[in-house]
Each structure stands twice: as structure tokens, then as C-alpha cells.
């Protein structure tokens, strides 16, 4: 199983960025999948998920507006969409999946993809 994080990057405030997660190794359709984030200090917490066909999606109040989760079943990724990025948004982003909509991450993490929020 790999799960590979692209497209981070240092952003101003107000600025946006479209993460992305490649995944490999499991049968990508059968899963829920989830973003997360960690900042330095702070435990990781999810921002996002997705159902395993994508037609539910729920996001953390934090992200409410601003981020959009979804995902591509045919290319085996899930994305982010971040606008009006804010400081608090610094953290690194990582994605996993999930057999049940509320279930724990299932996979090893991957490498994540730092997001830097700052003028």
C-alpha cells in the first residue's frame, strides 16, 4: 500500500492550493478516505472525508467553506481544494483510508506534504 501526498507549498493568506493523494495497493473504490493534518505541537486531526463513491462529504468546522474534499475512483486519488488558506492552516497534510465512515485510519501514513501558510 502506498500513499503518496503532493502539492503543497508556501502559500500567502487568502491564497489557495489543490492537494492531491495517490494511492496504490488496495482497491481504492472500497474505501472512504480522509485528509488529516498535524502542526507542529499539535495532535493530528482530520479536516475531510469522503465516501468510497463520493457522494457524502464532511468537513471539520475549522475547514467549513473554505476546503472541498473529493476524489477521482478511476485515478485511485483523492484531492483537497483550500481557498482562503489561513495561518492556522500551517500544518502537514497526510490521507489515509477507512472501511467505515467514522473508522480509524487504516494504512500506514505516508510521507504527507507540508503546507505553509504565511506573508
Known amino acids: 500500500v502506498q500513499l503518496v501526498e503532493s502539492g503543497g507549498g508556501l502559500v500567502q493568506p487568502g491564497g489557495s492550493l489543490r492537494l492531491s493523494c495517490a494511492a496504490s495497493?488496495?482497491?481504492?473504490?472500497?474505501?472512504?478516505m480522509s485528509w488529516y493534518r498535524q502542526a507542529p505541537g499539535k495532535e493530528r486531526e482530520r479536516v475531510a472525508r469522503?465516501?468510497?463513491?463520493?457522494?457524502?462529504?464532511k468537513h471539520a468546522d475549522s475547514v467549513k467553506g473554505r476546503f472541498t474534499i473529493s476524489r477521482d475512483n478511476a485515478k485511485s486519488t483523492v484531492y483537497l481544494q483550500m481557498n482562503s488558506l489561513k495561518p492556522e492552516d500551517t500544518a502537514m497534510y497526510y490521507c489515509?483510508?477507512?472501511?467505515?465512515?467514522?473508522?480509524?485510519?487504516?494504512?500506514?501514513w505516508g510521507q504527507g506534504t507540508q503546507v505553509t501558510v504565511s506573508s
Open positions: 469522503i465516501e468510497n463513491f463520493g457522494v457524502g462529504t
Open positions: 489515509n483510508a477507512a472501511t467505515t465512515w467514522t473508522g480509524d485510519p487504516t494504512f500506514h
Open positions: 495497493g488496495f482497491t481504492f473504490r472500497d474505501y472512504h
